[in-house]
């Protein structure tokens, strides 16, 4: 599992590191990793053209130190301090002993520029003395950042104004979460950690990998039959959007479930495509409410919610006019999937403020409704609320690994921007609802159900289009890769 650390927490533990260690060796132990990669980007150091942007803290000294290693190796390294009056003052000692050379302005070619602005303490965008360096940055040169691309902020991912779009970015000690989460995550490219030997306590974010999610899949046992395997049913479609049901089934029946069970206008568009599944009420350990049943059905939603012991997923037409009390009072899990519009109206915002703050929204809404959020997008985050963490109510527990609402909140690694297609999200919603019948608690449920997805779309797609019912036929072979060793 990768895991991601707040600026506090980071801070706080390369503080009790320094406290161990010989005054500046911290910052040798950053630059040598940082320079190690950085050689590795040219095609040959000596003779390379190495551009340092240089601001007034730390995270400056880390690239001065890292251009005069690679000025030692024959680089033809030129720093441009934001503040030359604001330079630390060893990193500058080192790199002029080296052979490098201070400039005011950033030189027109390079074959790769070091951004070492501003570090993980950087909020609010950038000052205009660093905007103005970034947006001068030669087009064809390799952008190396230093810890974090500057502009993001650490903690949120969040980007006010201009910041730096780098090819990669070496952080130091652990990954920060605005590393993983869009805006900040888009800007960061390929992300290398260059282990400096802090302690951390529990994260912020963590992102699950193949043997994270293998460890939750359901597997039947020789004594399992299709009820015991769990039973999802599925409220969904209309006459007006058929396809949704047949889509959240399709995902449903692949999802690990024993048996899907369709309740809705859409029963002869189900079976004409999936005979397998149970039409009309009956006994089931999950639900998903909401997909494709257009408008005036917000009582049906409701009635699942307030009569389900079961768990419950709510997406698309099921999001609108929620109750938090209701969902409150729910004895078992709730999990909401919504995209940012749907999040905009759960919280009463601007759509903008969601997709430019996806962390602070997720946590929000799973805060306000006391359910576990799955936020689709760039980047789905799964946060858990206070409510609704205990599995799936009615069967025999779930599969562990879910905390209370200071969990960390989980962002999905896998996915293609093809995903974002009509029907797309049904699939998601069926998915996610038979890993709830099967036993998976709310934030497993809903973060195994995004990588699945989108490793299926990966798959599906392969860098071109593809429809949403080939993203449901594309989960057995992501469910068969995640468990293949």
């Keep these: 599992m990768r895991t991601a650390y707040s600026v506090e927490t980071v801070?706080?533990?390369?503080?009790?590191?320094?406290?161990?260690?010989?005054?500046?060796?911290?910052?040798?132990?950053?630059?040598?990793?940082?320079?190690?990669?950085?050689?590795?980007?040219?095609?040959?150091?000596?003779?390379?053209?190495?551009?340092?942007?240089?601001?007034?803290?730390d995270n400056g000294g880390d690239a001065l130190y890292a251009g005069a290693r690679l000025a030692r190796r024959g680089a033809r390294v030129t720093a441009v301090p934001m503040d030359a009056e604001r330079v630390h003052p060893g990193g500058l000692a080192a790199l002029l002993a080296a052979g490098g050379r201070v400039e005011a302005a950033v030189p027109g070619r390079a074959d790769l520029v070091l951004d070492g602005l501003v570090g993980i303490g950087g909020r609010g965008g950038l000052r205009p003395a660093a905007a103005a360096l970034v947006e001068r940055i030669p087009e064809d040169a390799v952008v190396v950042a230093v810890?974090?691309?500057?502009?993001?902020?650490?903690?949120?991912?969040?980007?006010?104004?201009?910041?730096?779009?780098?090819?990669?970015t070496v952080t130091f000690g652990a990954y920060k979460p605005g590393l993983l989460i869009d805006p900040g995550a888009s800007r960061a490219g390929v992300v290398r950690l260059v282990d400096i030997g802090l302690s951390l306590g529990a994260p912020e974010v963590e992102a699950l990998q193949h043997a994270d999610v293998a460890r939750l899949l359901p597997e039947p046992t020789a004594s399992s039959d299709?009820?015991?395997?769990?039973?999802?049913?599925?409220?969904?479609?209309?006459?007006?959007?058929?396809?949704?049901?047949?889509?959240?089934v399709a995902g449903a029946l692949r999802g690990g479930a024993g048996a899907v069970r369709y309740v809705g206008p859409a029963a002869d568009a189900v079976l004409a495509r999936y005979p397998e599944t149970l039409i009309g009420k009956g006994r089931v350990q999950a639900w998903v409410a909401g997909p494709g049943l257009g408008e005036g059905r917000?009582?049906?939603?409701?009635?699942?919610?307030?009569?389900?012991?079961?768990?419950?997923?709510?997406d698309a037409d099921g999001l609108r006019g929620l109750d938090p009390a209701v969902l409150r009072a729910r004895s078992a899990a709730t999990l909401l999937t919504p995209h940012a519009g749907e999040a905009a109206a759960l919280l009463g915002v601007a759509r903008e403020s969601v997709e430019s703050g996806r962390l602070s929204a997720v946590r929000q809404l799973a805060e306000r409704y006391g359910a576990t959020v799955l936020l689709k997008g760039s980047t789905t985050l799964v946060a858990a609320g206070q409510a609704g963490q205990a599995g799936a109510g009615g069967r025999d527990g779930g599969s562990g690994g879910s905390r209370g609402s200071g969990a960390a909140v989980r962002v999905n690694p896998t996915g293609t921007p093809w995903l974002a297609t009509a029907g797309s999200g049904d699939v998601l919603s069926g998915l996610g609802g038979s890993l709830l019948a099967s036993g998976l608690s709310g934030p497993d449920a809903g973060a195994v159900a995004a990588y699945l997805h989108g490793l299926a779309g990966r798959r599906a797609s392969a860098g071109a289009p593809v429809p949403a019912h080939a993203v449901a036929q594309a989960l057995p072979e992501a469910w068969r890769a995640v468990r293949t060793p």
């Design 11 to 57: 801070r706080s533990a390369e503080r009790e590191l320094m406290a161990r260690l010989p005054e500046g060796a911290l910052m040798q132990r950053a630059a040598a990793g940082l320079a190690a990669v950085c050689a590795g980007l040219v095609r040959r150091v000596y003779g390379a053209r190495v551009v340092l942007l240089v601001g007034p803290g």
């Design 147 to 168: 810890d974090l691309p500057s502009g993001v902020d650490a903690d949120t991912g969040e980007v006010a104004g201009t910041a730096v779009r780098a090819d990669v």
């Design 226 to 248: 299709k009820y015991r395997r769990g039973v999802v049913g599925i409220l969904a479609g209309s006459v007006q959007y058929p396809g949704a049901a047949v889509l959240a």
């Design 298 to 314: 917000a009582a049906e939603v409701a009635d699942v919610l307030a009569s389900a012991e079961v768990p419950v997923l709510v």
